[in-house]
């Protein structure tokens, strides 16, 4: 299961969008965790990562309590990328 982030409505913006991955090899890119915010039933995550870039998460609180994360933890992260549809 990857923890992935939650569809802002449209003109929201963010640095970057990446989801925690499971498991390492599952990902590209190493993150740190620089801050945590609540927003609600979901926990919004500050990244800074292995590349130097900035990104931006949201995580089901289940899902952040379950994991047990907080800043300065290093996590596997990879990008969030949009379905790709067909006609």
Same mark, same amino acid.
């Given at each position: 299961?990857?923890?992935?982030m ?33 927003r &609600?039933?979901? #926990?919004? +995550?500050?990244? !800074?990562?292995?590349?130097?870039? /900035? $990104? ?15 800043? &300065?933890?290093? #996590?596997? +992260?990879?990008? !969030?990328?949009?379905?790709?549809f /067909? $006609?």
């Amino acid at each position: 299961m990857f923890w992935r982030m939650i569809r802002l409505p449209a003109g929201v913006v963010h640095p970057a969008a990446v989801e925690i991955a499971p498991h390492p090899r599952h990902a590209s890119l190493e993150g740190v965790i620089e801050q945590v915010r609540l927003r &609600g039933v979901s #926990v919004e +995550v500050d990244l !800074l990562l292995s590349d130097g870039s /900035s $990104a931006t998460t949201l995580i089901d609180i289940r899902d952040w309590n379950w994991l047990e994360l907080d800043a &300065g933890d290093v #996590v596997p +992260v990879r990008p !969030l990328t949009a379905p790709a549809f /067909s $006609a």
